[in-house]
């Protein structure tokens, strides 16, 4: 147990003229003490002593020489801070009465007491366990008892009664605590830390990705914890579970180990289904998170980190996390002048808190965006070359960006429209008619012309045939 021990030492000023006046000082076994005598008094260039009860451990002369008592319990536990008396590393033996004197005058006097600060048990807690503190002082004779409370690590007052204060551990007992004794003119604290062995909360939304985002999986352990001390207190090891979120109202898969880590020499991640993430490189000093650096469509789902501490118990932390993406209906493989609908979404209704904002490609036809384009839906009414490229939307939880992602559109034009086709149908057929035409008025040409001719042949030339005269 490693107690730190602050002591303060408040004196009034009132007390100044007051010669031989007495002073309370509450002190933990192991502090440094330091003495003051009045402020005020001109103690330069004089002769001083200090007394524990009768015995004369301390003496400074006018030109600075200074002595102390050698013997034990005191040897090289006292030294000079300009007029104060130093006790370092005080000791039961060394409370009691302290007193400074100028000559045979008794400046002040101080009743150091001691303060008995403990907690139980001594080393850490799991949460469930009783956490017991107890501040204890010696009654000072002749004094009022002083006052006495606890301030918690968050520094809340804590009214206590007699006794040891108790409170059933939780993570957020882990730290420093703080007694406070206070009596008419000085205060004094006195704290003690505590160790509770507890995952870090699991964060109070979602976890955001996409496959331009990080994926980020928190989960810690209390900072001073070291696995040996874990170790100890029987801890086993710590355990990633991934309950996948189907997408549709499938049966929901099987829940996969991610990694196991094991407090067995050499300490370290056992991959198990891994699904490309990767544990932080601090996680000896209890970072258990996971990370990697570009989300997948499939992560949706619960992680959860367990931290196994006995056969009995463990201590779990669920981490939701979502998957952002844009959806283009029909698809992303456009032809200019359809209708197009983009949707940004991560499978559930957005949360009032958060907002969604789109980023289209410089000469879209939907620049300027409309006011209201925090909505999850677009519609580009005719696509043209313009709306090709990037879209982007980002999910922003007032200015902090949880994620972002990115579709590309194609816009191709179409290079025969309708009526392009129907001209050159209607062309070719055109052609095709006028060359059938053509074809058929050539025959019936030379038809009539071979006809032609073999008529005047016969009228030409007469070939008397079988014609004799006689
Ligand atoms: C403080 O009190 C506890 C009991 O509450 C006692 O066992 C322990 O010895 C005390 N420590 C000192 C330094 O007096
Ligand atoms: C676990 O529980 C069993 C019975 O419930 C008990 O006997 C045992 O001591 C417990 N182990 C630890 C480490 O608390
Ligand atoms: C996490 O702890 C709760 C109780 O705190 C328990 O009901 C739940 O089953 C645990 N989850 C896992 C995956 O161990
Ligand atoms: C786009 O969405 C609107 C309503 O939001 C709907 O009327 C239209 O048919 C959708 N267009 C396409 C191509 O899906």
């Given at each position: 147990?490693?107690?730190?021990?602050?002591?303060?030492?408040?004196?009034?000023?009132?007390?100044?003229?007051?010669?031989?006046?007495?002073?309370?000082?509450?002190?933990?076994?192991?502090?440094?003490?330091?003495?003051?005598?009045?402020?005020?008094?001109?103690?330069?260039?004089?002769?001083?002593?200090?007394?524990?009860?009768?015995?004369?451990?301390?003496?400074?002369?006018?030109?600075?020489?200074?002595?102390?008592?050698?013997?034990e319990?005191?040897?090289?536990?006292?030294?000079?801070?300009?007029?104060?008396?130093?006790?370092?590393?005080?000791?039961?033996?060394?409370?009691g009465?302290?007193?400074?004197?100028?000559?045979?005058?008794?400046?002040?006097?101080?009743?150091?007491?001691?303060?008995?600060?403990?907690?139980s048990?001594s080393?850490?807690?799991?949460?469930?366990?009783?956490?017991?503190?107890?501040?204890?002082?010696?009654?000072?004779?002749g004094h009022r008892?002083?006052?006495?409370?606890w301030?918690?690590?968050?520094?809340?007052?804590?009214?206590?009664?007699?006794?040891?204060?108790?409170?059933?551990?939780?993570?957020?007992?882990?730290?420093?605590?703080?007694?406070?004794?206070?009596?008419?003119?000085?205060?004094?604290?006195?704290?003690?830390?505590?160790?509770?062995?507890?995952?870090?909360?699991?964060?109070q939304?979602?976890?955001?990705?996409?496959?331009?985002?990080?994926?980020?999986?928190?989960?810690?352990?209390?900072a001073?914890?070291?696995?040996?001390q874990?170790?100890?207190?029987?801890?086993?090891?710590?355990?990633?579970?991934?309950?996948?979120?189907?997408?549709?109202?499938?049966?929901?898969?099987?829940?996969?180990?991610?990694?196991?880590?094991s407090?067995?020499?050499?300490?370290?991640?056992?991959?198990?289904?891994?699904?490309?993430?990767?544990?932080?490189?601090?996680f000896?000093?209890?970072?258990?998170?996971?990370?990697?650096?570009?989300?997948?469509?499939?992560?949706?789902?619960?992680?959860?980190?367990?931290l196994?501490?006995?056969?009995?118990?463990?201590?779990?932390?669920?981490?939701?996390?979502?998957?952002?993406?844009?959806?283009?209906?029909?698809?992303?493989?456009?032809?200019?002048?359809?209708?197009?609908n983009?949707?940004?979404?991560f499978?559930?209704?957005?949360?009032s808190?958060?907002?969604?904002?789109?980023?289209?490609?410089?000469?879209?036809?939907?620049?300027?965006?409309?006011?209201?384009?925090?909505?999850?839906?677009?519609?580009?009414?005719?696509?043209?070359?313009?709306?090709?490229?990037?879209?982007?939307?980002?999910?922003?939880?007032?200015?902090?960006?949880?994620?972002?992602?990115?579709?590309?559109?194609?816009?191709?034009?179409?290079k025969?429209?309708?009526?392009?086709?129907?001209?050159?149908?209607?062309?070719?057929i055109?052609?095709i008619?006028?060359?059938?035409?053509?074809?058929?008025f050539?025959?019936?040409r030379?038809?009539?012309?071979?006809?032609?001719?073999?008529?005047?042949?016969?009228?030409?030339?007469?070939?008397?045939?079988?014609?004799?005269?006689?």
């Open positions: 147990m490693k107690t730190l021990i602050q002591s303060f030492l408040i004196v009034n000023a009132v007390l100044m003229s007051t010669m031989g006046a007495e002073e309370v000082v509450y002190a933990q076994v192991g502090d440094t003490v330091t003495l003051k005598p009045p402020v005020g008094t001109n103690l330069q260039r004089q002769y001083l002593y200090w007394f524990f009860s009768d015995l004369q451990v301390a003496w400074r002369n006018s030109f600075g020489g200074k002595g102390f008592h050698k013997d319990p005191w040897t090289n536990r006292l030294s000079w801070l300009d007029d104060s008396l130093v006790i370092k590393n005080i000791q039961q033996e060394h409370f009465t302290f007193s400074c004197k100028l000559k045979s005058k008794t400046l002040i006097t101080f009743k150091v007491l001691k303060l008995n600060v403990t907690k048990p080393s850490l807690l799991l949460p469930g366990e009783i956490l017991s503190l107890d501040c204890s002082v010696e009654a000072p004779q008892k002083p006052g006495i409370y301030l918690d690590p968050q520094g809340k007052k804590i009214a206590n009664n007699e006794g040891p204060f108790k409170v059933t551990a939780k993570g957020q007992h882990n730290g420093q605590w703080t007694c406070v004794v206070r009596n008419d003119r000085t205060e004094h604290k006195a704290t003690v830390s505590v160790t509770v062995v507890d995952l870090s909360p699991a964060p939304r979602p976890q955001y990705t996409s496959l331009s985002s990080p994926l980020i999986l928190p989960c810690s352990i209390p001073p914890i070291s696995w040996e874990m170790k100890a207190k029987g801890i086993r090891g710590v355990d990633w579970l991934f309950f996948p979120k189907p997408s549709s109202n499938l049966i929901s898969d099987d829940p996969q180990s991610l990694f196991s880590l407090l067995e020499d050499p300490l370290n991640w056992k991959p198990n289904q891994d699904r490309g993430l990767t544990p932080v490189r601090d000896k000093k209890g970072d258990l998170s996971l990370t990697r650096n570009r989300g997948r469509e499939d992560d949706r789902g619960d992680y959860v980190c367990i196994k501490v006995n056969e009995n118990m463990s201590l779990n932390r669920t981490v939701q996390v979502n998957v952002l993406k844009i959806i283009s209906y029909p698809g992303t493989d456009l032809i200019s002048g359809q209708q197009v983009l949707t940004c979404s499978g559930q209704p957005l949360p808190d958060l907002r969604l904002k789109w980023f289209t490609p410089e000469q879209s036809s939907l620049q300027p965006l409309s006011p209201d384009h925090h909505r999850a839906h677009l519609t580009i009414p005719q696509v043209g070359t313009g709306d090709g490229g990037k879209w982007r939307c980002e999910l922003r939880q007032s200015n902090t960006l949880l994620a972002s992602t990115v579709i590309t559109l194609k816009i191709e034009v179409p025969l429209s309708v009526w392009m086709l129907v001209i050159i149908c209607s062309a070719t055109i052609i008619l006028l060359l059938i035409l053509c074809f058929i050539y025959k019936r030379q038809r009539k012309l071979r006809h032609l001719r073999h008529r005047l042949c016969q009228c030409k030339n007469p070939k008397p045939k079988g014609f004799y005269r006689t």
